[in-house]
């Protein structure tokens, strides 16, 4: 069973269109992340909930609007795509997210194209 | 501000042999860091945890080394395999969120 698991795992779409990367975990977490990977690996983190509570809003454009059902899905949304919008987006889970020694745990990623 | 990074974007090793890649943090308030590896066309996988009260910690094949005077932390890799031939993180966890340094991409030279 996969742990962190992320659909779909590739998409290519064009500038301006609007598009969603879905996330569930089935670990019992309570903190869900989404995190960005540039072309040069650096893994920067976006957003952060904790129990349907958004946590962390790092500086990202308000077209990326992050969206939890419930503390198992963590899904991205992100309106007029634009070509720097390219990169891998991994959604990840910790048991909490307040104290030291809080393991993530990542999912296989998302590779989003934007041409 | 926090800032996670290493010192070698690259590392060629031999296999077989003894692999050190290293890391230095700035921010002097971190108490807890994690490594990271990342193969082609996966997520990173834990692969060892260090908190700030321990200088070194032993895992299977993998040694970490944190030196809170310089802020640096070192993985070290035993018998280096195919297999370990990744991209590997050090991050560093602050509450709620883990920053990442920039990684080294190790390949292991047949």
């Known amino acids: 069973d996969t742990a962190v698991s992320q659909t779909p795992k590739y998409l290519v779409t064009q500038m301006g269109n609007d598009k969603s990367i879905k996330c569930e975990q089935n670990?019992?977490?309570?903190?869900m992340y989404w995190y960005k990977q540039d072309s040069k690996k650096f893994l920067k983190i976006m957003f952060s909930?904790?129990?349907?509570?958004?946590?962390i809003n790092e500086t990202v454009p308000n077209r990326f609007s992050p969206k939890s059902p419930d503390k198992a899905h963590l899904n991205l949304h992100i309106n007029s795509l634009e070509l720097g919008d390219s990169a891998v987006y991994f959604c990840?889970?910790?048991?909490?997210?307040?104290?030291?020694?809080?393991?993530?745990?990542f999912g296989e990623g998302s590779w989003l194209t934007v041409v | 501000g926090e800032s996670v990074g290493l010192h070698l974007p690259t590392l060629s090793v031999q296999e077989g042999d003894n692999s050190i890649i290293n890391c230095a943090y700035s921010?002097?308030?971190?108490?807890?860091f994690i490594w990271y590896k990342q193969e082609s066309g996966k997520g990173p996988q834990f692969i060892i945890d260090?908190?700030?009260?321990?200088d070194k910690r032993q895992g299977q094949r993998v040694t970490v080394l944190l030196n809170k005077t310089v802020k640096h932390l070192s993985l070290q890799i035993a018998a280096t395999q195919p297999g370990d031939s990744a991209v590997y993180f050090c991050?560093?966890?602050?509450?709620?969120?883990?920053?990442f340094g920039a990684g080294t991409t190790v390949t292991v030279r047949a």
């Open positions: 909930y904790n129990n349907k509570e958004l946590i």
């Open positions: 921010n002097s308030a971190s108490d807890y």
């Open positions: 991050a560093e966890n602050n509450r709620y969120k883990l920053s």
């Open positions: 260090i908190r700030s009260n321990m």
């Open positions: 990840a889970s910790s048991p909490t997210g307040g104290y030291t020694g809080n393991t993530i745990y």
């Open positions: 670990l019992g977490h309570d903190t």
